[in-house]
């Protein structure tokens, strides 16, 4: 009897020690604060700006740090072709540039032909906060990961997208560019916010 109080009083503490993340609600591109469809695809956004619902669901003021996360939905409406989404292919930019993908080459090869800077979400984890563990699993935890997806199946996850903290955040064009499988069409999803 003595051994399992000992367990129950150990077990206490540790509970409370660890910090417990609400996950972000899941919604439809469409319930997004900006959405966007193209060919069959549907993309949706939400920048969780308030530093209250970011220290509730993230652990830290992320704006503070120099960072906008923006939770992101994308479905695949189409009735037969599955759709990848490579996160390493994904740009953002000043709100007031317009994307644009060069004529030539083949879908996989396309450049992009917009002064933009390539986007590396894990480096948001692993260099904003260095001293909490936690907040680093939670931080890749809700980050959305390159996949592919299925049709009329939706994925969604935060980006984080660097600012400057010390000024007003301008507006941001992120563009995301969607594979169909076995074809070379890429679909090109952009918005500002």
Known sequence: MKAAAYIIVLAVPLALASP??????????????????NAGIV???????????QKAYFG???????????YVVIENAM?????????????YGDG?????VAK???????AIAWSVVPFFGPFAAAQVISDASQIQKNLLKKELRSTTFSPNVAIHGFLYIPT???TARKKISLRIPI????????VDLSLSF
């Open 20 to 37: 417990v993340f609400p996950d972000y609600p899941v919604k439809q591109a469409k319930d997004c604060s900006a959405s966007v469809e």
């Open 43 to 53: 993309m949706g956004l939400d920048p969780v700006e308030a530093p209250r619902l």
């Open 60 to 70: 830290v003021n992320l704006t503070r740090r120099g960072f906008v996360p923006v």
């Open 79 to 91: 009735s037969a072709n599955s759709a990848i989404f490579d996160k390493s292919k994904v740009t």
């Open 96 to 100: 007031a540039a317009t994307p644009s």
């Open 104 to 110: 030539t080459g083949s879908g996989s090869g396309k």
């Open 164 to 166: 400057n903290p010390k």
């Open 179 to 186: 594979s169909k499988v076995d074809t070379d069409e890429i």
